[in-house]
């Protein structure tokens, strides 16, 4: 069993940048695929970002538009969400997942393991 655990949301104003955080409480944390998705009470899941296995490719959401950075350290079993200029339609939680598969996937059905999520909220 895998557990997920995120943290960095907070509540920020419009401009601001925040990085979120996920560690895995696993040792075959590199074989792995990790992805960030978001929610709020109005919406569907959404897919936010995906990096692969290797490092190499990564995926990102239409609404990203360049702000966000996916990154990984599988010494330390963590992925990270840089997110810049944020803006009030951000706000959401924000759930990192290991999809048991090394590429990268924008669908939340393949993702097999989940964090319990970080709120965050961007007021104008």
């Known amino acids: 069993q895998v557990q997920l655990v995120e943290s960095g949301g907070g509540s920020v104003q419009t401009g601001d940048s925040l990085t979120l955080s996920c560690r895995a409480s696993?040792?075959?944390?590199?074989?792995?695929?990790m992805g960030w998705f978001r929610q709020n009470l109005e919406k569907e899941r959404e897919f936010v970002a995906a990096i692969s296995a290797s490092g190499d490719t990564r995926h990102y959401g239409d609404f990203v538009k360049g702000r966000f950075i996916i990154s990984r350290d599988d010494a330390k079993s963590t992925v990270y969400l840089q997110m810049n200029s944020l803006k009030p339609e951000d706000t959401a939680r924000y759930f990192c997942a290991q999809a048991p598969t090394e590429f990268v996937n924008d669908l939340p059905g393949i993702y097999d393991y989940w964090g319990q999520g970080t709120q965050v909220t961007v007021s104008s």
């Open positions: 696993t040792r075959t944390f590199s074989r792995y695929s």
